[in-house]
């Protein structure tokens, strides 16, 4: 019952996330940007875009020959487009379309031009006529920005009424979990609690999960800090969240890294995705050690795959890691 009740809540969600992109875009047709091209990932596309204020959200809608429509190149579009706006206090919300029939279907109005193409979509009574969407946003249907980024797509486009869910980064919040494993550590000001868990509703990549939170003393409100996801299960790493002090604690795994110097009020995250030069995600054990002193200075080793000459590369940084530039005797 439980599993039923998470995945009806995940077509709901949807569709109001559908609807609400659709009807957002409509009401700011006359700002969106048109490109075209390979963009260095691999296959052509048309690209239509625009940016809502309030909150801040990036709408885009693709066009995608039928003939590059895949899970793998997906995948590699909808992560293009988030290194695009690499903000993550800006949401996104992004339809594919394969057909520019049904495309210019929703682009006409009836009551006007059915001639114009200077429109986003619009809603129509049969649903939407995208055939993958792709969300980036918090850990709720109303939360705005956020770490989680997320698609549905249909992998026959004969069949669009079936669909598939896939986890690019952060987790599905929308799917209940088995959890496996907890643990917490604290400290006068603040705690981090770590969960180990596995989804229960048919969403991919199948994998173990692990999710970093935090909340304050004398508060019961759990904040995600950031998850990730590991190819194979493991224990939680509890000698990779370290607290300071009751102001100053961080936590890393895989490749990602968060610090507050504030007591949990707020946390600066490093994501090597975005920060490392010439990185391809992901390696579940590319940060081997982060130590940071009382005073700010420390370092974070990085065991870089085969192919890369560096073998092992340190980061330095002197503000707890808020930070961090690469020691170039490490090269």
């Known amino acids: 019952m439980k599993k039923e009740q998470s995945a009806i809540f995940a077509s ?3 569709g109001i996330l559908s609807a609400m992109f659709l009807l957002l875009t409509h009401s700011l047709t006359s700002s969106f940007i048109v490109n075209g091209g390979q ?21 885009a809608v693709i066009v995608l020959s039928s ?15 988030s290194k695009k706006h690499p903000n993550k ?7 594919v379309y394969t057909d520019q029939d049904r495309l ?19 809603p129509k009574r049969d649903g939407a006529a995208w055939d993958a969407h792709c969300w980036r946003g918090g ?28 986890i690019l980064r952060g987790q599905d919040y929308a799917s209940a979990r088995k959890i496996t494993e907890t643990w917490e550590a604290k400290n006068n000001a603040f705690k981090i609690h770590v969960d180990a868990y596995d989804l229960l509703m048919d969403t991919e990549p199948t994998s173990k999960y692990y999710t970093f939170s935090a909340v304050r003393s004398g508060s019961d409100e759990l904040k995600a800090i950031l998850t990730i996801r590991q190819d194979q299960a493991t224990p939680i790493p509890r000698n990779q969240v370290v607290l ?14 968060a610090v507050t110097t504030d007591g949990a009020k707020t946390w600066r995250k490093w994501d090597a995705e975005m920060e490392l030069p010439n990185w391809q995600c992901c390696d579940s054990g590319l940060i081997q050690n982060v130590q940071i002193r009382l005073d700010g200075f420390g ?33």
Request: glycine share 6%; net charge neutral; charged share 25%.
């Open 104 to 122: 210019r279907s929703y682009l006409a109005d009836p009551d006007d031009d059915v001639s114009r193409n200077d429109r986003m979509p619009r």
């Open 39 to 59: 963009e260095n990932i691999g296959f052509p596309f048309e690209l239509r875009e625009v940016k809502s204020p309030d909150p801040p959200t990036w709408h």
């Open 12 to 14: 709901v969600a949807l």
């Open 67 to 81: 003939h590059y429509y895949s899970k793998e190149n997906l995948d590699r579009l909808f992560l293009w487009y």
């Open 89 to 95: 206090e800006e949401a996104l919300a992004i339809a």
């Open 299 to 331: 370092v974070m080793t990085l065991k870089l795959p085969p192919q890369r000459s560096e073998g092992i590369l340190t980061l330095r940084t002197n503000d707890y890691g808020q930070h961090w530039i690469i020691d170039k005797n490490s090269r």
């Open 139 to 166: 850990d709720g249907l109303a939360s705005g920005a956020g770490n989680n980024l997320l698609y549905t797509y249909s992998p026959n486009l004969n069949s669009r009424l079936r669909t598939k869910r896939v």
């Open 244 to 257: 300071l002090n009751d102001q100053i604690g961080y936590v890393f795994m895989g490749w990602l890294y």
